[in-house]
């Protein structure tokens, strides 16, 4: 039987995945949503057969005839929503960040290690990313030797209305901060961010900012997080290792050369770069629910991110190296 799924939060993303869960995957159907804009929970509705509107969040995870849930609403309302559905014991995937700070993350993990069970999946899609999947698969197979140091950059060619500094500390960088540990298999042990020159597209928002990123086997990561990068979505990757360096390819396979020119496209925004890994993410998910058994990205990942976040932002304010200080891990996230 299709897994019914609700939807808390119908915004950008959560649109997106109410069609890739009714329109491009199998096994699940959205029976119902809410969002804190009713109209546009109504709106969203009324284009999925089936679907009915739910007053709150609350409400939706508490309905019968719902069996798991996809939190897609803002970060600072992750905590009572995830929790809430560990108690309720349905599964639950909730869109990064898992919680705005590591003290919110924590408590997650404490609920979820009193149910016993994993029942989270944290939105790091890029852990399903065909090119992010290959690398670490030339990193861990070891024909580059050990590595030694990454260079990465997030850049976006314009950051939303909304967007503040500290965004590109937790809703940017935190990207990277869960893709190089899943990557390197290792953590994260501080973090110092830099300030360049700013760019005057980026108003009173600092902008680019430079993290350098350490590792609890000494790899040195280098992140530029750029929001004003004018020309597209452009995300990289370098591994350098002590045989050879792997890095991710350019996004579009094509190139032309025409009228004196050689030109390939870049995607002009997430959706865009990262469409493929979102579907399989998805699938993942679905398929996890029907087995019975969560396995993705999980709350402790979730709570790791939050961690590297709040010593980031703690150094985005001091410009000082801020160590990353974990709690111990429990068993229920023993495997990998
Ligand atoms: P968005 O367009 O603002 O959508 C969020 C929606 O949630 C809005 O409709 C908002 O309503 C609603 N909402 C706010 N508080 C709520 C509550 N308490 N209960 C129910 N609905 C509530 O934002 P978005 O860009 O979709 O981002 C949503 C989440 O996804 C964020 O955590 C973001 O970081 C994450 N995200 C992840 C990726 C990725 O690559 N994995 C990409 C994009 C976004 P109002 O507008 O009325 O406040």
Same mark, same amino acid.
């Given at each position: 039987?299709?897994?019914?799924?609700?939807?808390?939060?119908?915004?950008?993303?959560?649109?997106?995945?109410?069609?890739?869960?009714?329109?491009? #995957?199998?096994?699940?159907?959205?029976?119902?949503?809410?969002?804190?804009?009713?109209?546009?929970?109504?709106?969203?509705?009324?284009?999925?057969?089936?679907?009915?509107? =739910?007053?709150?969040?609350?409400?939706?995870?508490?309905?019968?005839?719902?069996? !798991?849930?996809?939190?897609?609403?803002?970060?600072?309302?992750?905590?009572? /929503?995830?929790?809430?559905?560990? *108690?309720?014991?349905?599964?639950?995937?909730?869109?990064?960040?898992? !919680?705005?700070?590591?003290?919110?993350?924590?408590?997650?993990?404490?609920?979820?290690?009193?149910?016993?069970?994993?029942?989270?999946?944290?939105?790091?899609?890029?852990?399903?990313?065909?090119?992010?999947?290959?690398?670490?698969?030339?990193?861990?197979?070891?024909?580059?030797? #050990?590595?030694?140091?990454?260079?990465?950059?997030?850049?976006?060619?314009? $950051?939303?209305? /909304?967007?503040?500094?500290?965004?590109?500390?937790?809703?940017? !960088?935190?990207?990277?901060?869960?893709?190089? %540990?899943?990557?390197? *298999?290792? *953590?994260?042990?501080?973090?110092?961010?830099?300030?360049? =020159?700013?760019? =005057?597209?980026?108003? @009173?928002?600092? @902008?680019?900012?430079?993290? #350098?990123?350490?590792?609890?086997?000494?790899?040195?990561?280098?992140?530029?997080?750029?929001?004003?990068?004018? /020309?597209?979505?452009?995300?990289?990757?370098?591994?350098?290792?002590?045989?050879?360096?792997?890095?991710?390819?350019?996004?579009? $396979?094509?190139?032309? %050369?025409?009228?004196?020119?050689?030109?390939?496209?870049?995607?002009? &925004?997430?959706?865009?770069?990262?469409? %493929?890994?979102?579907?399989?993410?998805?699938?993942?998910?679905?398929?996890?629910?029907?087995?019975? *058994?969560?396995?993705?990205?999980?709350?402790? &990942?979730?709570?790791?991110?939050?961690?590297?976040?709040?010593?980031?932002?703690?150094?985005?304010?001091?410009?000082?190296?801020?160590?990353?200080?974990?709690? &111990?891990?429990?068993?229920?996230?023993?495997?990998?």
């Amino acid at each position: 039987m299709a897994v019914r799924v609700g939807v808390i939060g119908v915004g950008v993303i959560g649109q997106d995945h109410v069609r890739r869960l009714t329109h491009v #995957l199998s096994g699940s159907r959205v029976v119902a949503v809410t969002d804190a804009d009713a109209a546009r929970a109504h709106e969203v509705a009324r284009r999925v057969p089936g679907a009915t509107v =739910r007053a709150t969040g609350r409400d939706l995870i508490a309905a019968d005839d719902v069996d !798991a849930v996809l939190v897609a609403s803002w970060g600072a309302t992750h905590e009572e /929503y995830v929790v809430a559905c560990i *108690e309720a014991g349905k599964p639950v995937f909730c869109e990064k960040p898992l !919680a705005p700070s590591g003290d919110a993350a924590a408590r997650i993990v404490d609920a979820e290690v009193a149910a016993g069970r994993r029942l989270v999946q944290v939105g790091f899609m890029r852990r399903y990313d065909p090119a992010y999947v290959e690398l670490k698969g030339v990193v861990q197979e070891g024909s580059i030797g #050990l590595p030694l140091l990454m260079h990465c950059a997030h850049r976006n060619a314009s $950051p939303p209305p /909304y967007y503040e500094a500290h965004m590109a500390v937790t809703e940017t !960088a935190v990207h990277e901060f869960d893709m190089v %540990r899943w990557l390197l *298999e290792e *953590e994260i042990t501080a973090v110092t961010v830099l300030r360049p =020159r700013p760019s =005057r597209h980026g108003g @009173d928002v600092q @902008d680019p900012l430079l993290l #350098l990123l350490e590792t609890s086997n000494g790899v040195l990561v280098d992140l530029e997080t750029s929001v004003n990068i004018r /020309y597209g979505y452009d995300i990289r990757c370098e591994v350098v290792g002590e045989d050879g360096t792997a890095e991710l390819g350019p996004v579009s $396979p094509v190139v032309v %050369r025409r009228d004196g020119a050689l030109t390939a496209p870049v995607p002009p &925004d997430w959706q865009g770069r990262f469409e %493929r890994a979102y579907d399989v993410e998805l699938q993942h998910w679905v398929d996890s629910v029907t087995a019975g *058994e969560a396995i993705g990205p999980s709350t402790w &990942d979730g709570y790791a991110a939050a961690v590297i976040a709040d010593a980031g932002l703690r150094s985005l304010g001091s410009r000082d190296r801020v160590p990353v200080e974990l709690r &111990d891990k429990p068993d229920l996230y023993a495997k990998p």
